[in-house]
């Protein structure tokens, strides 16, 4: 009942060409942010330690561990800061607003060694086709309040529904990740078998990253804003090298989700799930008919890996 009663209020637009500047550059801070969290968090299966997460707020970290204790950074959407704060109770704020990727990346540097957090990050981004260090980007410095507002409300939506799609599972699942490389919503079930080798490919990420995070056979789902000419849209695949015979071809649900052949995958446009009488059931059964026509074709365990 909760859920349902959260995901009410009206979904709002977001044309991928309204924000595409905006979006590149939260996207490039996002990496920055990430990266941190990357560089001083413990190793976990599949890389589990580096994503962000929705907050009522935003986008956090969560707690971070540092020699002095622990801290965490929060993307805040409504005040439009980066709030670093510190177990010794301490709160300190870099605002969101137009600047450059290289400016915000100084003012971040500062904004830690106020707080005593001496780490090093690899200041190149990763998975865009643009590689230009963050000290020397000068050209992404869009911030358009209102848009990010307006993605942080979808960002809220999907991830409610995306955790009440994963509670359905009893087997090995993701918490419902916000992926700061390519800057997407995801939830992964596991089937408990290892997969073949990632064939890898990824722009400018190496391979055996990719190799870690699809080691094992998953089915995985998620929200993604668009770009590059495509529009905002909710997505499930099934990584089983090679995708289970068939995948392509499966009756899913609803009557607009389709499968793309360029990306691999099922997608469900936003727009569709914007403007429908009730957004919660498109989105869930299209998370649920993508993932039974994944686990049917690959043999899963249904039985002992699903809560009835």
Request: proline share 9%; hydrophobic share 40%.
């Amino acid at each position: 009942m909760i859920a349902a009663l959260a995901t009410t209020a009206p979904w709002p637009a977001l044309p991928a060409d309204s924000w595409t500047d905006t979006r590149q550059t939260l996207h490039l801070w996002t990496q920055i942010v990430g990266k941190t969290r990357l560089a001083l968090s413990p190793m976990l299966n599949h890389w589990w330690q580096v994503p962000l997460y929705v907050t009522p707020r935003g986008l956090s970290t969560l707690s971070i561990p540092y020699p002095e204790g622990a801290f965490e950074l929060l993307f805040d959407f409504h005040a439009h800061q980066l709030v670093l704060y510190t177990s010794d109770g301490q709160a300190r704020t870099l605002a969101l607003e137009p600047q450059s990727v290289a400016e915000f990346y100084q003012r971040y540097q500062a904004l830690l060694q106020a707080a005593h957090i001496n780490v090093r990050i690899w200041p190149v981004p990763v998975e865009v086709p643009d590689v230009t260090p963050f000290p020397d980007d000068h050209h992404h410095r869009a911030y358009d309040a209102p848009a990010v507002q307006r993605f942080w409300q979808v960002l809220l939506r999907a991830d409610q529904l995306l955790t009440e799609f994963r509670s359905r599972f009893t087997g090995k699942v993701s918490p419902v990740h916000f992926f700061w490389g390519s800057f997407d919503l995801a939830v992964t079930r596991f089937s408990g078998r290892p997969a073949p080798e990632h064939p890898g490919g990824v722009p400018n990420l190496a391979d055996w990253v990719t190799r870690e995070a699809y080691c094992d056979e998953v089915s995985s789902a998620g929200w993604w804003p668009g770009g590059n000419g495509a529009e905002a849209a909710f997505y499930a695949y099934a990584y089983a090298y090679p995708s289970p015979v068939g995948f392509a071809e499966a009756p899913v649900c609803p009557a607009e989700a389709a499968f793309s052949p360029a990306l691999g995958e099922y997608v469900l446009p936003y727009e569709v799930v914007r403007t429908a009488e009730n957004p919660r059931q498109k989105v869930l059964e299209f998370l649920q008919s993508t993932y039974e026509a994944a686990a049917d074709l690959a043999h899963w365990d249904r039985q002992n890996l699903e809560r009835t």
